[in-house]
């Protein structure tokens, strides 16, 4: 038995950090090439089927010896009421029994004999409903955890992924402190309450998100992990999620019954349309790049070996710096990313998918994914983090990386170009960033501003984290500067500007957000930072209480002015589609850069979108980021010019007032946004 690294001790290099140790380059291992001669099968009937003829179990495992299924009347205590031995169907590698009735209530597992022993019973990997703690599959009627209207119900129509605005969000963290408002406190039900407020009657949950304006939330692992114990939710045990024990069922712990197999189905599907119902997405964040356990993970139990990569000597690689990777270069793997993400988006409606460490994963499996999802609905949206945490035995010219995200259609990677440059490196507690008052970031931050496409005027050898145009459209770029992982940008500021007052710092932030909001590309950012939520300097929250996750809603009422803003950066996007281009060839002709010297002038970066940008109705833009603890002069052209963002305000309608043009003072830590008609 392989020991597992324990989850999180490197806090994954950080789930949305740029790996930055050398890259070995190797040709695979020569345990796997094993694998290889395995035959395949990718039948939607894998592991259980339940028709007019009674229950069918098929179970992809080519090398066992015996197999057979446990049927059991309860999800988590008792012996077997029936024991069904399978048959081979050696031509395509599975094994296959039939029952004569429909075996709606009960439980099942499945055993193999590999190597002359019995190895620990499984639900498999493809189970869809299961017990409590997700030990044994469970045999229920889909249709019947259908909420009303469920054949109806879409998500919103995407044309361009630029349109969209996402909102990373943890169930727990958005619901559970006391100040919420909420009644099904960390639970899939409380994205589906509508009229709640916090003390002082200002809206939270759902009704915040409409008010604020995304389009689209993003929420952390939903399926069933592995380190909550979900028989003692008492205990109040937290965690992100990123513990794979079963892809393609929801988390018990988010249901208000978890012992019911059917009532987790039902709730996230309520969740989810209740989102839909109000304009809002649904983006899944999917770990398919390693597993909780190694020997006794579920794929493990069903074809030991297959489904991860090796080194030569038959230990685990390990690119998650989680113990081990999976292997999706190996056919069978590839096939389950891909029809468990078509699963999720046919059963449960999901909007989009983030992969995590998507860099694990092979170029053209997640071709595939994008392509095939793109059949079920074209307003998918798939993105993911391009690094690994670790090397990997798979081809880094094969890995879906973000340098070779040029490769991948209909697929976004994160720009670690903009987060770092704009806040300061994320393994550097202390490290400022351009909005922090550090010079020499600025050209790292036209990369960002440009969505890390070709223009003429962005020098990437002087680029931070990347030294060429890895993106040929916006479309193919995230931006943020916070998420789950590392120090939110509350905490961030604090520590990397501690003589500074909180006054200041959300200042900074504003500035930040705005960097972000009027790059090219997609807007990305971490729920709660609109109120200026923070995680009282936790670096690696993935395991710490509410009093240190929670978001605190009173925080909507002291920093009203900040969630305004975000609210009007978000109507800004929106309203103006030059900050939406979807062609690399726009940006570098409509986006044209004032030339200044940094050395003179540092911590500047001006801007104009011109010409009626992505024909907007406004002919001009003026874009003015001031990083620097200086007030700034910039020179505008003369005309009439609408104020649209000043000194922390914003006006999406341009209603802060008028400029002449000329020689302007740009207040420090700060940005200035002016439109021509």
């Known amino acids: 038995m392989h020991i597992r690294k324990p989850l999180y001790t490197v806090a994954i290099i950080s789930l949305l950090g740029s790996f930055s140790g050398s890259m070995t380059i190797n040709a695979g291992s020569d345990y796997d090439r094993q694998f290889l001669s395995y035959p395949t099968y990718s039948g939607e009937d894998l592991e259980l089927t339940v028709d007019g003829s009674g229950t069918h179990f098929r179970l992809w495992s080519p090398e066992a010896q015996a197999v057979r299924v446990n049927i059991y009347d309860d999800g988590r205590f008792g012996m077997p009421v029936q024991v069904l031995e399978m048959r081979t169907d050696a031509d395509t590698g599975t094994w296959i029994v039939s029952d004569p009735e429909q075996l709606y209530g009960k439980f099942y597992t499945f055993q193999i004999l590999w190597d002359g022993k019995w190895l620990d019973e499984t639900p498999g990997v493809w189970a869809k409903a299961v017990g409590v703690n997700g030990k044994r599959a469970a045999i229920i009627d889909f249709a019947g955890t259908n909420p009303p209207g469920w054949d109806n119900d879409r998500g919103p129509m995407v044309k361009n992924f630029s349109d969209v605005i996402v909102y990373e969000m943890h169930h727990r963290d958005f619901s559970v402190s006391p100040t919420s408002g909420m009644a099904n406190k960390g639970k899939f039900l409380a994205l589906t309450e509508h009229g709640t407020t916090n003390s002082d009657g200002l809206a939270t949950g759902i009704d915040h998100l409409k008010e604020l304006g995304i389009t689209h939330v993003h929420i952390l692992p939903s399926y069933d992990f592995n ?39 039902r709730e ?27 020997d006794g ?23 998650s710096a989680c113990g081990n990777e999976t292997a999706s270069d190996h056919p069978q793997m590839a096939d389950f990313i891909v029809n468990s993400v078509k699963y999720w988006a046919d059963e449960y409606h999901i909007d989009g998918f983030r992969f995590d460490l998507m860099g694990i994963h092979d170029i053209e499996t997640m071709n595939r994914v994008a392509r095939e999802l793109k059949g079920i609905n074209p307003s998918i949206f798939v993105y993911g983090e391009g690094w690994t945490a670790g090397d990997s035995p798979l081809f880094a010219d094969r890995r879906a990386l973000k340098e070779n995200v040029a490769k991948m259609e209909g697929v976004a990677v994160f720009s670690d170009d903009i987060r770092d440059a704009v806040k300061g490196h994320y ?3 202390v490290d400022r960033g351009f909005v922090s008052g550090k010079p020499g970031l600025e050209e790292t931050v036209k990369i960002g501003i440009v969505a890390a496409t070709p223009h003429p005027q962005v020098d990437y050898s002087k680029g931070n984290n990347s030294r060429f145009a890895y993106a040929s459209s916006p479309e193919m770029v995230v931006n943020y500067v916070s998420c789950h992982d590392d120090l939110c940008l509350t905490d961030k500021l604090r520590k990397s500007v501690p003589e500074a007052d909180d006054s200041l710092r959300r200042r900074m932030a504003k500035l930040a957000q705005t960097i972000v909001f009027t790059s090219q590309g997609t807007p990305f950012m971490f729920a709660g930072e609109e109120i200026w939520r923070d995680k009282k300097g936790v670096h690696n929250s993935f395991e710490s209480p509410d009093s240190i ?20 950066l978000a109507r800004l996007r929106k309203a103006h589609p030059a900050f939406r281009m979807t062609k690399a060839s726009d940006i570098a002709k409509h986006l044209v850069f004032d030339k200044i010297d940094e050395k003179k002038t540092p911590n500047l970066v001006s801007y104009t979108l011109r010409n009626h940008a992505n024909d907007d109705e406004w002919e001009e833009i003026k874009v003015i980021f001031n990083g620097s603890p200086e007030y700034r002069e910039v020179n505008v052209k003369k005309g009439e010019w609408l104020v649209v963002a000043h000194d922390g305000n914003i006006s999406p309608d341009g209603k802060l007032g008028t400029e002449k043009g000329g020689k302007i003072l740009v207040e420090p830590y700060s940005a200035l946004i002016l439109a021509r008609q």
């Open 227 to 265: 380190s909550v114990d979900e028989t003692n939710l008492l205990q109040n045990r937290y965690n992100w999620g990123y513990d794979p024990q079963n892809y393609n069922v929801p988390e018990g712990s988010y249901s208000t019954n978890p012992s019911d197999p059917a009532v987790r189905v």
């Open 268 to 294: 996230m599907k309520e969740m989810i349309k209740a989102l839909h119902n109000a304009g809002i997405g649904v983006i899944m964040d999917v770990v398919y790049n390693h597993t909780a356990l190694n």
């Open 297 to 319: 993970s579920n794929f493990s139990l069903t074809a030991p070996g297959y489904y991860y990569r090796h080194r030569n000597d038959g230990s685990y690689s390990d690119a």
């Open 427 to 429: 393994s550097d507690a």
């Open 549 to 568: 996750n929670a978001i605190d809603w009173k925080h909507k009422t002291i920093y009203k002015d900040q969630f305004d803003y975000y609210a009007g």
